[in-house]
């Protein structure tokens, strides 16, 4: 086989395998309501423990229980922190987890943050602030990673985890939100997931 030849076959392996995810990871479409109500449960750990993963230590800072809509999903594999995050989730409770608030909203994820946009609020801002997250979430073994890595935008998921602080061997370091108040860099949850369940 010649090297063109090759080269062709690898473009056609590499096509069906991106369409094949993206019909596996296409979007669920919920009915209109809210449909995710209930706000986060976070518990706060007083601990000195750590855990060791990868090249990663993490502190624990709280435990933290959500059951929320997938706005959005992001896959990492190239930043500092994809070894140990390898994909952040947009989620949306209350208000944000209802069609007939988010059709008003164009949402995207990139570089490790959540953006949104709307030419008219239809709920106040502070609404928008606080129903509504990005989450940096960490695979707490290869069952649930493979879990998260099938979720799809449109479903409700439960996650049950650990809020932690990390720091790399290398001297990379993040700090978990605590406050479903914030906004801007550091206002990401990092969350160490134990559980998913698809609602």
């Known amino acids: ?4 030849a090759l080269a062709f076959s690898l473009l056609i392996v590499v096509g069906l395998w991106q369409g094949w995810r993206d019909w596996r990871l296409r979007p669920v479409h919920p009915p209109d309501g809210i449909i995710a109500p209930d706000e986060p449960q976070q518990v706060d750990i007083d601990t000195d423990a750590r855990a060791i993963h990868g090249r990663w230590t993490l ?3 709280a435990r933290y229980d959500i059951t929320a809509r997938i ?3 992001e896959d990492y594999s190239f930043d500092r922190l ?5 994909e952040d989730l947009a989620l949306g409770w209350g208000p ?5 608030i988010l059709v008003s909203f164009k949402i ?5 943050f959540y ?3 709307a030419n008219e609020l239809p709920i106040p801002l502070q609404q928008v602030v606080t129903h509504s997250a990005n989450t940096h979430v960490i695979p707490a073994s290869s069952r649930v990673r493979s879990q998260l890595a099938s979720l799809r935008v449109g479903q409700v998921v439960h996650l049950v985890g650990i809020l932690v602080d990390g720091v790399s061997s290398d001297g990379n370091f993040f700090h978990t939100s605590l406050s ?5 860099p550091g206002a990401c949850e990092v969350m160490l997931v134990e559980g998913v369940a698809v609602e």
Request: hydrophobic share 25%; no cysteine; proline share 6%.
């Open 1 to 4: 086989m010649n090297l063109r």
């Open 59 to 61: 502190t624990p800072r």
């Open 71 to 73: 706005l959005s999903r």
């Open 82 to 86: 994809s070894d140990l995050v390898p």
């Open 96 to 100: 944000m987890s209802d069609n007939r």
């Open 108 to 112: 995207s994820q990139g570089a490790r």
């Open 115 to 117: 953006n949104w946009q």
């Open 180 to 184: 479903r108040e914030d906004t801007g």
